[in-house]
């Protein structure tokens, strides 16, 4: 994930805004609007909140808690954000400055609330967190592909710029970092003995 943040960041300093945003751009097709609408999806809450109640029901509830308090977080922060800047997404940027644009067919991508990407930071927090659990490097890195994939599909859907995505992970990454590191202090100290317990496993 880490070079991804870094390719997104070297586009920004290279480019112009327009130019950066379409270079990375593919040839739009039926097929790829399909593919990347399915990939955007980890990134809508909507998995978050499915994979929580998954470890809240089976695996434990300090897990279900520490994910949970990881994607609030980090959705506290970027609509805060979103709601102070309120910054024109990609469609309506390009009339606001009078470029050219040809939007590609198939595509119907909101207008405002662009930055930062809410999808970014969901699926960083996500798969952040899937990563950390699974602890083997093969699945770690999946896990990091897949978020790069959700914070591709942003732009490549017409929904953000590379700068709001780039901005999306690294809220994404701090909120569930901060929120392990914190939980695991109170847990701790806590010592509760219901924190490796799931709803249907008991013992």
Known sequence: MLSA???LLSLLVSFSKDAGFLLIQLKHSALLNIIFNLLTFPGDGISCVVIVLILFGFVSYRK???LMCGYLLGSLVVQSVKVY???P???KWFELESIDLVLPEGLSPHMWSSFPSGHSA???TLFLFLAGITG???LQILCALAAILVGYSRIYLYMHFPEDVVTGFIVGLLSM???DR???RWFEKAQKPWENKSFFLKE
């Open 5 to 7: 943040v870094l390719l």
């Open 64 to 66: 279900a808690i520490t």
């Open 85 to 87: 800047f309120d910054n």
């Open 89 to 91: 997404r990609p469609a």
């Open 122 to 124: 969901a699926s960083a």
């Open 136 to 138: 083997k490097p093969q």
């Open 177 to 179: 970092w901060y929120a």
């Open 182 to 184: 914190f939980l695991a």
